[in-house]
């Protein structure tokens, strides 16, 4: 049974920007801490970037430093991953996560978190 639902995903050029959207489906994002990941075909799902629970704290993989931000929104109860300067190294299926987080602490391995969406293909073309 799905928990979060992302959107947002597609095909686009080199250099393009994509805007990638999560919301749960049954509760409240407001005490937890939310992450994007993403596993591109053969390869180990990585951590993308991560938002502390009062959106205070932001955590970003070196690969994603600077064309990434990743963003949340309490009034629409939401949370985004806006991608900047796509390249071809970024076409991955992209999964929005959640955890109750008690502080302002994100985590990067997958084991911390306990919600998952059903992913969103970003595709980079040459």
């Known amino acids: 049974q799905v928990q979060l639902v992302e959107s947002g995903g597609g095909l686009v050029q080199a250099g393009g920007s994509l805007r990638l959207s999560c919301a749960p489906s049954?509760?409240?994002?407001?005490?937890?801490?939310l992450a994007w990941f993403r596993q591109a075909p053969g390869s180990e799902r990585e951590f993308v970037a991560g938002i502390s629970r009062s959106g205070g704290r932001t955590d970003y993989a070196d690969s994603v430093k600077g064309r990434f931000i990743i963003s949340r929104d309490t009034a629409s109860n939401t949370m985004a991953l806006q991608m900047n300067s796509l390249k071809p190294g970024d076409t991955a299926v992209y999964y929005c996560a959640s955890r109750l987080a008690a502080g302002t602490e994100i985590y990067r391995a997958r084991k911390y978190y306990t919600t998952w969406g059903q992913g969103t293909q970003v595709t980079v073309s040459s």
């Open positions: 049954r509760h409240t994002f407001s005490n937890h801490g």
